[in-house]
């Protein structure tokens, strides 16, 4: 009934279920005031900076009076790292510093105590492995500063302050503690509590001073009243560790702007938090996120990229506890001339980040570049790079909260072939459980759900169903009986099992850090365990923050208890990447390692690609929502996670036909394309709207189905050389400037570039087509050429976004689009050839069997394709692999083609030479080559012949 009444007084959500538990003293004042209130509650349940103890000592450091400093005489080193202490001389705390040369211009800087009082909490598989190491070429000692060199980078470390600096081919990039930000607050043990000076007294009684003035002044923390204990809301924290929180500041002198520590809903390009809070990284379960913020949202990933005309460089913060990010920008004029000052006197523009995480040890990856797609593999090589996917995991997807019953799904999935749309996933959320108790039916809803899933499948189609961390509290359940016999939950700080609120009620979350845990979570995924599952049937893990209805910020309070006896408050920003680690180790089990496991996740860290797809969680149906998925996507994407999308259509609210239109538009063109929607929206499958919509619709997804051919070359490349499968424009065009804060466009790969449309009503858009004049963009559809000029208005109808196939660019597609991709598998291949000025082109092809790991036992092609003058070929690029396909070169669309071409012939081995049609179209100056039906898996040429 409340639930009720509260949905009606404002946009049903799901999420209401969080505040409901939180506030229901609150629902009142919902019902009867305006919707202003609805935003700030939400963001109430969310501490500010302010709020948050650590944050506030760590921002209140004043620049320039660092009190570190090496301590020269301790400086040792072997071939790959530079040891020595630091010593603090406000509080007397020593420390280690370590310096390694990594591979492929990555240095690592990691700062713990020498003789901490307990260990500190070193993050564990955010590194995919751990780093190769490269060689120290030379170190250099003077009384000021240590240089290390390795290959064409150096670090100088100076000693007294403390900095680092790091040079990419001598040029100044990074400089960490340059402001003097660093804190390092040492394990310590709880002052003797004083006495409380009363709170009504006339008088505060002084303080008795310490008999003996400490040598060192201390760092502050100690009269903190926030350092021992905290209170938030209603909640209480009971920090039984005291202040342990870490923070240093980087400058990157050349550099423009600063991106990437995703997840926000903001701008690519970061923005100064000079006049308001860091953005914050802190996993959390935000009802209703407001845009343009640097809120937390459900996943951290604290890689920062800063990129500047003529170098770009970026750091990795390897810690998985609660952060904040300061940024300064090149705008903040006064701080920057005092950065200036700091770093080099030089006038250049430069951007500073501050990193402040609550606890752990200060572990920093410097990636020195020095090109954008130099730093993001940079980045990748650490953390790893998504594995590539089933080809249907690239189709569309279809979802809903909820689909009813097992009819619903069938009627559902029958109704895309009815409307001749290409559909190759259907999705279940909570409700087809048996009381949210996961791995387990609903049976009234669902009776024969294999038989369903059957039927799913011999029309090429899976299924994926939700699995959340929670564990019901039910006695009759078997996993909850297990969990608490075999103690694999979660501890309370009194060392009993942690008990929260979630979609089950009362609840209790596996300690998923534990290994034991781990396997114990992986057997439930079994098919005799989880029944009425098949191989088809894949995995989405949902309010893995964790999310906790009645927790602090909607989440598991910072003193329960994980193995190993690490506090939450260490760990937190790792749970759901740890939830992720186990399903896709289950998924590889079930099939015995021969099917590439699927899981969309959304809670997120460093390194979840390696596991996961990510999705934007609980957007809203509105036209800001549907333009912030592009950057929040890119954000992602340069962050090591390209697989990403957001609900199309949007999660809240129910979208009008045109913003539906736009939505499907622009998410056939995000890697992950889910329509997905909350319980109490109105159904909004494509034909749902009018025969209009649903035509264009079905022309965005067959569109999207003709790509899969790019898709799935870039997911390899992406795997093979850390290349984000979405890039931002800046990242191929370095230099130009102009490009550096575009949110509205992205590219995928290296050729095609996207502009949708994000704003109702508009009949045009502008476009920024970058490459300066020396580079066309072809309008996909029309092949009209673009790109003299590099801002231009572009009309637009309702039936089109402007997308573009850049000059010099080969690009293939599959033109017969069938029900789903598995359906496409053996189908023909169109290249499409687009001739630069010089009657260049090239590209390249990925083809294998697109569901198992045999290309990792080399059964792959991948196909070099090229033109050059009047031949056009394609050539085998891994000579070492190999994979037999039955599909063929159906046809080839050369656009801007060699002058006065009357004919072909196609040569290859098996084929010998055989004559081809050609037709050239004065009209769009394309030429096109008819049936080579080589087989893909042959070298050929075909020679243009006049
Ligand atoms: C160099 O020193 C580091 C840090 O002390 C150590 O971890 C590493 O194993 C050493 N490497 C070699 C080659 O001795
Ligand atoms: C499976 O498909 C058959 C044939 O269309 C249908 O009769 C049956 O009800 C379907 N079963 C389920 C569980 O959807
Ligand atoms: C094109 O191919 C033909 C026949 O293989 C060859 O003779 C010619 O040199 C090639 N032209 C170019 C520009 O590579």
Redesign the pocket.
């Known amino acids: 009934m409340l639930t009720w009444l509260y949905n009606k007084g404002r946009i049903s959500s799901r999420r209401s279920e969080n505040s409901k538990m939180a506030s229901y003293t609150l629902i009142g004042i919902f019902l009867l005031c305006c919707t202003v209130l609805v935003t700030a509650v939400s963001r109430d349940n969310f501490k500010s900076c302010d709020q948050s103890s650590f944050c506030r000592r760590c921002r209140k450091v004043e620049p320039g009076k660092t009190p570190y400093e090496l301590l020269s005489s301790t400086v040792s080193y072997n071939q790959t790292t530079l040891s020595a202490d630091l010593f603090n001389k406000d509080t007397g705390i020593v420390y280690i510093l370590k310096l390694t040369a990594l591979r492929d211009n990555t240095f690592r800087l990691h700062i713990n105590e020498k003789a901490p009082l307990h260990a500190r909490y070193e993050v564990e598989l955010a590194l995919q492995a751990e780093p190769q190491v490269s060689k120290i070429d030379s170190i250099e000692k003077s009384e000021e500063s240590i240089t290390v060199k390795s290959g064409p980078n150096k670090a100088v470390l100076s000693v007294k302050p403390f900095k680092v600096d790091l040079y990419s081919q001598d040029e100044l990039v990074i400089s960490a503690n340059a402001r003097g930000l660093m804190r390092f607050e040492h394990i310590r043990t709880k002052p003797e509590p004083k006495q409380e000076p009363e709170q009504d007294g006339a008088e505060k009684v002084e303080e008795p001073k310490p008999e003996v003035e400490s040598e060192h002044p201390g760092d502050g923390a100690d009269s903190d009243p926030g350092a021992w204990e905290e209170n938030f809301k209603s909640h209480h924290d009971s920090k039984p560790l005291g202040p342990e929180a870490i923070a240093l500041d980087f400058s990157f002198p050349g550099a423009e702007n600063v991106y990437g520590i995703p997840e926000h809903a903001d701008s690519l390009a970061l923005k100064s938090t000079k006049s308001k809070d860091p953005y914050r990284l802190y996993n959390l379960d935000v009802f209703e996120y407001e845009l343009n913020e640097g809120m937390s949202l459900y996943g951290a990933v604290p890689v920062l990229y800063a990129h500047g005309k003529e170098k770009t460089s970026g750091i990795f913060w390897h810690n998985a506890a609660e952060t904040w990010v300061d940024i300064l920008s090149t705008a903040d004029n006064n701080v920057v001339e005092s950065i200036v000052n700091f770093v080099s006197g030089s006038k250049k523009p430069q951007v500073a980040a501050h990193f402040m995480s609550e606890s752990g040890v200060i572990d920093v990856f410097f990636l020195l570049g020095p090109k954008p797609l130099d730093a993001f593999r940079q980045y990748t090589l650490l953390t790893g790079t998504a594995p590539l996917p089933q080809t249907f995991a690239l189709g569309y997807h279809q979802s809903r909260w909820n689909y009813n019953d ?2 619903d ?2 009627q559902i999935a029958d109704s895309f072939d009815r409307y001749d749309m290409p559909m190759d996933v259907m999705w279940l959320d909570i409700e087809y459980t048996d009381g949210k108790k996961y791995f387990t039916w609903d049976a009234r809803k669902f009776p ?1 759900p294999v ?2 899933i ?2 799913l499948t011999s029309k090429g189609r899976k299924l994926v169903v939700i699995i959340d961390p929670h564990i019901k509290r039910d006695d009759g359940y078997n996993v909850h009986t297990d969990a608490t016999n075999m103690g694999l939950y979660v501890k309370n700080k009194d060392g009993k099992d942690y008990e929260g609120w979630c979609w089950p009620g009362s609840s209790s979350y596996l300690d998923l850090f534990d290994p034991k845990v781990r396997e114990y979570y992986m057997t439930r995924y079994d098919f005799n365990n989880f029944q009425g599952t098949t191989k088809d049937v894949y995995i989405w893990n949902d309010m893995n923050e964790p999310s906790v209805f009645n927790g602090p910020e909607i989440t598991m309070p910072k003193d329960v208890i994980h193995y190993g006896g690490w506090e939450h408050r260490d760990v937190h920003n790792a749970y759901g990447l740890m939830q992720t680690v186990a399903t896709y180790e289950a998924l590889m089990r079930r099939s015995e390692r021969s099917l590439r496991p699927f899981i969309l996740t959304r809670s997120h860290f460093a390194g979840s690609q390696r596991y996961a797809a990510v999705w934007t969680g609980d957007n809203m149906a509105e036209w800001d929502h549907l333009k912030a998925s592009f950057p929040m996507c890119l954000s992602l994407a340069i962050s090591g996670i390209s697989f990403c999308g957001a609900d199309v259509g949007g999660f809240f609210k129910n979208p009008d036909a045109e913003l539906f239109v736009r939505w499907n538009q622009a998410g056939a063109w995000l890697p992950f394309f889910r329509q997905h929607s909350h319980i109490e929206t109105k159904r909004r499958e494509p034909w749902t709207f009018n025969d209009e919509v649903t035509q264009i619709v079905r022309e965005a997804l067959r569109l999207r189905y003709s790509y899969l051919p790019l898709w799935y070359t870039l997911f390899r490349e992406h795997e093979v050389n850390g290349t984000p499968v979405l890039r931002p424009i800046w990242a191929h065009y370095p230099t130009e400037v102009e490009a550096f804060g575009i949110d509205e466009e992205l590219l995928v790969g290296d050729s095609i570039l996207v502009r949708p449309v994000f704003e109702p009503g508009v009949t045009d858009v502008t476009v920024y087509l970058p490459g300066e004049g020396k580079v066309s963009w072809y309008d996909i559809d029309t092949m009209q050429q673009h790109g003299q000029q590099s801002t231009l208005t572009v009309p637009v109808t309702l039936h089109k976004i402007p997308v573009y196939q850049r000059s010099g660019s080969i690009v293939p597609r599959k033109m017969r689009i069938r029900r789903s991709t598995v359906a496409m598998k053996n189908d023909p291949y169109t290249l499409v050839v687009i001739a630069d000025n010089n009657g260049k082109a090239t590209g390249t092809l990925y083809i294998d069997d697109e569901v198992s790991f045999e290309y990792r036992n080399g059964k792959y092609l991948y196909l070099r394709l090229s033109l050059v003058g009047n031949n056009l070929s394609s050539k085998i690029l891994d000579k070492v692999a190999s994979y037999e396909t039955k599909s063929c070169l159906e046809r080839v669309d050369i656009v801007n083609p060699p002058k006065g071409i009357k004919s072909a012939h196609l040569t290859s081995k098996n084929l010998g030479k055989v004559a081809l049609e050609t037709k050239y179209n004065p009209h769009n100056n394309v030429l096109v080559v008819r049936k080579p039906s080589v087989n893909m898996g042959e070298e050929w040429t075909i020679e243009l012949l006049n």
């Open positions: 097992q009819d799904v069938q024969n038989e369903m059957h039927n």
